[in-house]
């Protein structure tokens, strides 16, 4: 893959620091169910703060919501195109069962897609710093 690292999608992708790209953003990966969602309070790389205020990753909430539903309706699409006559009782243990299973890297990626929605890429030791 070509280096676009600098482009959002390269730190959403790969849950890594908005700022730099290089430090991770979680202390874990989205399954390790024990630190599900938890980030570091700083990048381990550049040492900027994923914190801007407290409660600032309560807004991430709203994106988690939105990315489920988006989910769901997708998994649905998914389960009518192979499955055509599932059933609706198929049909919702389906969708709720793939939504169950995806909803650690959804929350995950909600918190990662939030912080660069307010962050930028700075490179490690770049300027505007905020
Ligand atoms: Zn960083």
Redesign the pocket.
Known sequence: MANWKGNKLYSIWHLT?P??H??DFFISGPYDLKHVGELHKN?P??H?KYEKEPGFYWGAMFVSYALSIAFSLLAYGITWWIWPDLGIRGYFIAVVGATILVAPYLYALSKILWANMFFSYHGVNGSGVN
């Open positions: 620091c700022f730099c290089e430090g990048c790389v550049c900027r």
